[in-house]
């Protein structure tokens, strides 16, 4: 069975940081782009960032460019979302999601094939 694990999530002041992992089982995700989305209360779920299969490529939504890192360890089981100068709006459920190599490049929720439950991050002011 196919399993994406989020943790790392927890309460944090404005300007710090967390580090969210995904842990993925259940089937050979080295040929899977992986990416991180959110959802606010109140708001759709919207696309965070991706990489590629190789880990070599990355994107990120405009909202969190410059502050945000996101990476996979070598055997490919494991991918991190580092966030730095979080904002009370960055407060939201961050989703793990993994799927095909072409879906690196979509910000569509549709597209990913596998998903996590989710993991808190609260940002306070």
């Known amino acids: 069975q196919v399993q994406l694990v989020e943790s790392g999530g927890g309460v944090v002041q404005a300007g710090g940081s967390l580090r969210l992992s995904c842990a993925a089982s259940?089937?050979?995700?080295?040929?899977?782009?992986m990416g991180w989305f959110r959802q606010a209360p109140g708001k759709e779920q919207e696309f965070v960032a991706a990489?590629?299969?190789?880990?070599?490529?990355?994107r990120y939504a405009d909202s969190v460019e410059g502050r945000s890192g996101i990476s996979r360890d070598s055997a490919k089981t494991t991918v991190y979302l580092q966030m730095n100068s979080l904002k009370p709006e960055d407060t939201a459920v961050y989703y793990c999601?993994?799927?095909?190599?072409?879906?690196?490049?979509?910000?569509?929720?549709?597209?990913?094939?596998?998903w996590g439950r989710g993991t808190q991050v609260t940002v306070s002011s």
């Open positions: 259940g089937r050979t995700f080295g040929s899977y782009a």
């Open positions: 999601a993994a799927g095909p190599s072409t879906t690196y490049s979509s910000a569509y929720v549709k597209t990913w094939e596998y």
């Open positions: 990489i590629s299969w190789s880990g070599t490529s990355t």
